[in-house]
């Protein structure tokens, strides 16, 4: 499986945008949202690429050593055969010279993510109760560098 990890280009937006609303049935980010990422200094931006076609995102905030996960997603046909930590690894790994720490928000109820954050050593810190607009919490998870 040819898997390859590149800087996203505005090109790539309808594809994103596709995966993000696959992914999110609420709090899904607009494609106004996703095109103001490209304005922001902090902002990095990244696709992964399986055999040509994208099939996963992630945006970070890269603010002074702190990095968030703003928003990380694969298209719902590529979950569970472990594209998501291979992602997610290689993200970590270009992280470990600018950053100490990295955190995300991921919903209370969102099973496998956590799963996922916690076999790359991520680890719950705090809840933010109702953080979500249906009222749901977040769970805080932070990985140290």
Known sequence: MDIHVRYMTQEDLPRVYEINRLSFTTDAWSLDSLKREFNLSYSLKFVLEVGGEIVGYAILWLIKEEAFI???????????????????????????????????DVRKSNLPAIKLYRSLGFKIVRERPKFYSDGESALVMELEL
């Open 70 to 104: 703003m928003t990380f997603a694969i298209a719902p046909k590529y979950r569970g055969k472990g594209i998501g930590k291979l992602f997610l690894s290689e993200l970590i790994d270009r992280l470990r010279e600018s950053a100490k720490v990295i955190q995300l």
